[in-house]
C-alpha cells in the first residue's frame, strides 16, 4: 500500500496531479487535484491532502468547574511543537510516521482497521449558529506535562480550494465565506467530478 489514504495498486491516484501548497510559515502539504473549474476567469482546484490528516485532541477543563470538561481540537502552534515529539513516537508504535506539514499535522503509513468502538463524534462550531458533528477515528492517546492527548484521523476527507497562479503556483484560497462557499460547492457538485 502506498503512504496515502488510497492504494496506488487500484490505479485510483495514478493520472491524479499532485501539487504542493505552502502555509504562511512556508511548510509544504502535497495534494491530489481533485478537480478543477473555471470561474470568474481564474481557475480554482479542489486538492485532498495524500497523506492522512491528523488531529490532537485534549480535554479543556473549566476553571468554574473542575469536573466539567470540554474536548477540544490542539491547534495552538506552540503546543503542538511542545507535544509533536511525542505523539510522533506514539503513532510510530502504529507504523504511522507524523509530519509537521503545511495547514494540517499529516501521517503517512497503512491506518488501522477501522472499529465502531474507535469511532469519536465531535460537535465542531462551523460558524457563529451551527454546530457540526465531525466523526474520527481514534488512533492512539498519551501523557505529556500531565495532559492527556488523543490523537485521531478525520473519517471524511479535509479538503483544501486552491487557486492556479502564474508559473502554475497554486495559492490556498482566501476568500469571503460565501464566495468560498459558491466555488466549493461548484467543485464538490460539478458533473465531470460526479462522474468520475
Known amino acids: 500500500m502506498s503512504s496515502s489514504q488510497f492504494s496506488s495498486e487500484s490505479g485510483q491516484y495514478d493520472d491524479t496531479e499532485i501539487v504542493t501548497i505552502y502555509d504562511e510559515e512556508g511548510r509544504s502539504l502535497s495534494c491530489y487535484v481533485e478537480n478543477e473549474i473555471e470561474y470568474d476567469g481564474k481557475a480554482y482546484v479542489l486538492l485532498m491532502p495524500i497523506d492522512l490528516a491528523i488531529v490532537i485532541l485534549t480535554e479543556e477543563i473549566s476553571d468554574d468547574d473542575e469536573e466539567y470538561g470540554?474536548?477540544?481540537m490542539v491547534?495552538?502552534?506552540d503546543e503542538v511543537e511542545a507535544i509533536?515529539?511525542?505523539a510522533k513516537a506514539v503513532l510510530?508504535?502504529?507504523n504511522l510516521y507524523l509530519k509537521r506539514t503545511g495547514f494540517i499535522l499529516t501521517a503517512s503509513g497503512e491506518l488501522p482497521p477501522l472499529e465502531e468502538n474507535n469511532i469519536i463524534s465531535l460537535e465542531i462550531e462551523e460558524h457563529a449558529s451551527e454546530i457540526e458533528p465531525e466523526e474520527l477515528q481514534f488512533l492512539?492517546?498519551?501523557y505529556s506535562f500531565e495532559q492527556k492527548y488523543n490523537i485521531c484521523t478525520p473519517l471524511t476527507p479535509i479538503l483544501f480550494v486552491?487557486?492556479?497562479k502564474?508559473?502554475?503556483k497554486i495559492e490556498v484560497f482566501q476568500a469571503e465565506e460565501e464566495e468560498l462557499s459558491f466555488?466549493?460547492?461548484e467543485l464538490l457538485f460539478d458533473e465531470d467530478y460526479d462522474d468520475n
Open 70 to 72: 470540554e474536548t477540544v
Open 75 to 77: 491547534d495552538d502552534s
Open 84 to 86: 509533536f515529539d511525542d
Open 92 to 94: 510510530g508504535e502504529l
Open 140 to 142: 492512539a492517546s498519551f
Open 162 to 164: 486552491g487557486e492556479r
Open 166 to 168: 502564474s508559473f502554475g
Open 183 to 185: 466555488i466549493l460547492e
